[in-house]
């Protein structure tokens, strides 16, 4: 059975679907294909989504057993059930999966469900169905890495994957990489009652951060119980009888971590398996992702790729601008990303949240710029909610007083952070005026702006 389209998607998490939609909104007849049973990759069934849920969870249970009496709340039987917050999860996921197969239809997307491997440039093979397109739109993602000397098994050894569906709670978790996705982890089975040592190669955790930032959030989650061992790496690993990892230290020595389980969070690698693109001349970079020019094209211009599969922050929002980008191409549309005002968030508490440059990359620039920042503590917002821990720090150009980062460590700073994005490239004088509701979380950005120009009222 041979099928002819304008444009076909291969994979449907944020970079794919948002890519389809966008192509049949476009006019273009579009499929797009998943060997998941559901739609929406990795973030919608293995990532953003369930890790969320299970953060929000967690953290609702935590905050009432340490808080609770604190805000007059009192709860001497609080527990929680795991399984349920399972159930939650799955339900979330499901109603977000129908969310997207409900665009689909909207939009007439034609939904293909199975692994897609590339016959020739001009020809894809899905199980027993042949499909040609116009253009290719390569959107497979990324999985987890293994440590060589130890693979998952997802009952002892814990990808990301099998971490979110874990069976039991672990009394003792070891999580390898202290990284965003090990430490939003770390925390939801922390807060359930897990001890959690990170053992992290780098001397701070979240190294993409501002160091302000990692070691502000390092601070708190200490505080919360977590421990870190960092420039520590893990050199060998005994499952049996228990779980043993042999670490070595800076300074030459070893020690060793017994765990009940431990979670691999050391990175993601691109998933190209099985498409076949060595057979139709498409290049791997040495890190196995795919080489694409400014316009998402590979060495053949008729197959794009786009989202975790491609050099770039592997970020759901990341791929779902090269979605949409990529869709306007094959459209014949002449789309930009500016790639500066991706923000970034770990959804930890506090949470912490950046966009645009930090410190290190305008000094390596030689870029001069001021900083002002400003505390929670000082926000009258967060003071009613207790959740006053954490700053603003923004940085402007000496010169021009344009905005060039914002940097927070705070309740709620993954949706503060959007504001800052608005105000990149911005006066940072013109956006202190602008009028904040009071009392919001929002007014320390203001005050951290004023502070820049020496003006700022609560500080
Ligand atoms: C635990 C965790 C938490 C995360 N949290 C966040 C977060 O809070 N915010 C954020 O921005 N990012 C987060 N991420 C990262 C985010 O999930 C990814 O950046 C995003 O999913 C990448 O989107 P994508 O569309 O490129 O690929 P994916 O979402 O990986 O989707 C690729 C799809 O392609 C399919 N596929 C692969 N090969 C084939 C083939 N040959 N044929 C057919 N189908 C194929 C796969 O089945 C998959 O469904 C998280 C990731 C993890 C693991």
Known sequence: MKEDFDVVVIGSGPAGYVAAIRAAQLG?????????ESVGGTCLNVGCIPSKTLLHASESYFKMKKEGKSLGILSDALSFDWDLMQERKGKVIQGLNEGVLGLFKKNKVTRIVGEASFE????????DKSISSRFFIIATGSEPTPLPFLPFDEE?????????????????????????????????????????TFIEFMDRICPQFDPALSNSLQESLTKQGMEFWLSTKVTSAALIPDLELSVS???????????????VAVGRKPLTRGLNLDKIGISINPQGLISVDGNFKTSQPHILAIGDVIDGPMLAHKASEEGVAAAELCAGLTPSIQYLTIPNVIYTHPEVASVGFTENELTQRNIPFSSGT?????????????????????LVDKKTD???????????S????AEATLSLGQKSEEVAHLCHAHPTLAESFKEALLSIHKKAIHK
């Open 28 to 36: 273009l007849k579009t499929a797009c294909i998943d060997k998941r």
């Open 120 to 127: 020739s440039p001009q020809l894809l093979k899905v199980g």
């Open 156 to 196: 002892k050894v814990l990808s990301s994957t099998g971490a979110l569906s874990i069976k039991k709670i672990p009394k003792r978790l070891a999580v390898i990489g202290a990284g965003v996705i090990g430490v939003e982890l770390g925390s939801v089975f922390q807060r359930l009652g897990s001890q959690v």
């Open 249 to 263: 230290l800076k300074d030459g020595t070893s020690k060793k971590l017994q765990a009940d389980a431990v979670l």
């Open 374 to 394: 400003y505390p929670f503590k000082g926000n009258s917002r967060a003071r009613c909610t207790g959740e006053d821990e954490g700053f603003i720090k923004v």
């Open 402 to 412: 344009k905005v060039l980062g914002v940097h927070m460590i705070g309740a709620h």
């Open 414 to 417: 993954s949706e503060l952070i």
